[in-house]
């Protein structure tokens, strides 16, 4: 009867423990951009799965806190050309997302546990994958699953940090299962993917008008850029001109990061001189107007830039009448004022920060 009663009293302990810790279905997968290390909270990729961490952490604030529960995070690479670099790039990734839980909500080194694995999870080569664990035993799941193991069930390699000491330069290390602080990688004040890069539009590359510009991220969410060009062909000895020279700034709001929908404004400033067929036009125009545009990330370098604008742009000219090479002024200081779009731009952009 003794026996029956402690047997009756392991379970209801059994049954008390499972219910103090119903965690959730699933593990919490971030995800990062190829071989890049910076996390980016307020994209689509990672916002619903963020706020079901956070809300998870909240959840279990006071286990965390009183060190009955742990947060694992392990960082994945598989994407760099060598062992070593994807070791770096993994646990960098670890760190920014124990940088940024600890930032937001308000937990401690020690509720954390970091590691790094230099090898896909699940075929996802560049990821951070975060698990709840009560001390050193990985958490059953409300489903049966086990947590803290990648769902291919492939062991741990040599890359995981529990049992040796493992250096990635002079400012990580790795002491046993808990990572001392490290700096973020590239990490450029909050989010912002890049402070400077290099771009041409290419519609005027393909209108023979050369051009170059540069963006400056000032803020994560702010951008200045300023294009120019310049031009000067004729064709079929003169009977064809298309002369230009302009300059073409924009202040941009990044509504996402780090790329994705933007909105601003812009203006064109361009002295030229145009002979489609035997009228001149010599003179400037001036334009400006509200814009929105889409960055698309195409590699860790490069991006597309698509913008339209709309305003209202302002010319003024001289037109000159061309008859057997003789010039014959035809309007002197013709102004126009036209409302509506105010440019359009598909242009390459190629990340200066390495």
Same mark, same amino acid.
């Given at each position: 009867m003794k026996r029956i009663f402690l047997l009756l009293l392991l379970a209801l302990a059994g049954v008390s423990a499972a219910a103090q810790y119903p965690m959730p279905a699933q593990t919490f997968v971030v995800r @990062?951009?190829?071989? =890049?290390?910076?996390?980016?909270?307020? #994209?689509?990729?990672?916002q619903a799965e963020l706020r079901a961490l956070?809300?998870?952490?909240?959840?279990?604030?006071?286990?965390?806190?009183?060190?009955?529960?742990?947060?694992?995070?392990?960082?994945?690479?598989?994407?760099?050309?060598?062992?070593?670099?994807?070791?770096?790039?993994?646990?960098?990734?670890?760190?920014?997302?124990?940088?940024?839980?600890v930032?937001?909500?308000?937990?401690?080194?020690?509720?954390?546990?970091?590691?790094a694995i230099?090898?896909?999870?699940?075929?996802?080569? =560049?990821?951070?994958?975060?698990?709840?664990?009560?001390?050193?035993? #990985?958490?059953?799941s409300a489903t049966?699953?086990?947590?803290?193991?990648?769902?291919?069930?492939?062991?741990? #390699?040599?890359?995981?940090?529990?049992?040796?000491?493992?250096?990635?330069?002079?400012?990580?290390?790795?002491?046993?299962?808990?990572?001392?602080?490290?700096?973020?990688?590239?990490?450029? @004040?909050?989010?912002?993917?890049?402070? @400077?890069?290099?771009?041409?539009?290419?519609?005027? =590359?393909?209108?023979?008008?050369?051009?170059?510009?540069?963006?400056?991220?000032? #803020?994560?969410? @702010?951008?200045?850029?300023?294009?120019?060009g310049y031009s000067d062909w004729s064709f079929n000895n003169g009977e064809k001109i298309h002369k230009f020279t302009y300059v073409n700034p924009e202040l941009r709001w990044y509504l996402n990061l780090p790329v994705g929908l933007y909105v601003g404004v812009g203006g064109n400033y361009c002295d030229c001189t145009v002979k489609p067929k035997d009228i001149i036009y010599d003179g400037k125009f001036w334009n400006v107007g509200a814009i929105v545009g889409y960055q698309l990330w195409l590699s860790e370098r490069l991006t597309l830039d698509f913008n339209a604008g709309l305003g209202c742009t302002f010319l003024n000219y001289d037109t000159y009448k061309v008859n057997a090479g003789q010039r014959t002024l035809e309007g002197s200081d013709v102004s126009r004022k036209i409302p509506g779009p105010s440019q359009l731009t598909i242009a390459l952009s190629w990340k200066l920060d390495k």
């Open positions: @990062f951009l190829n071989q =890049d290390t910076n996390l980016y909270p307020d #994209t689509k990729m990672n956070y809300g998870a952490i909240e959840l279990y604030a006071q286990d965390l806190r009183s060190g009955r529960l742990v947060l694992h995070i392990t960082g994945y690479c598989a994407s760099a050309s060598n062992t070593d670099r994807n070791n770096a790039v993994a646990l960098a990734r670890a760190n920014a997302l124990k940088s940024d839980v930032s937001k909500k308000g937990l401690q080194e020690q509720h954390i546990i970091v590691a230099a090898q896909a999870y699940n075929s996802s080569k =560049d990821v951070a994958v975060a698990v709840f664990r009560v001390g050193n035993a #990985t958490v059953q049966g699953g086990q947590y803290g193991q990648p769902q291919d069930s492939r062991p741990p #390699t040599t890359n995981t940090y529990g049992t040796q000491e493992q250096n990635f330069g002079k400012s990580q290390r790795v002491v046993g299962a808990f990572a001392l602080p490290v700096p973020p990688q590239r990490e450029l @004040f909050g989010g912002a993917p890049y402070r @400077f890069a290099l771009r041409t539009n290419m519609l005027y =590359d393909l209108a023979l008008m050369p051009n170059i510009g540069l963006e400056w991220r000032i #803020t994560p969410k @702010f951008g200045l850029k300023v294009d120019g």
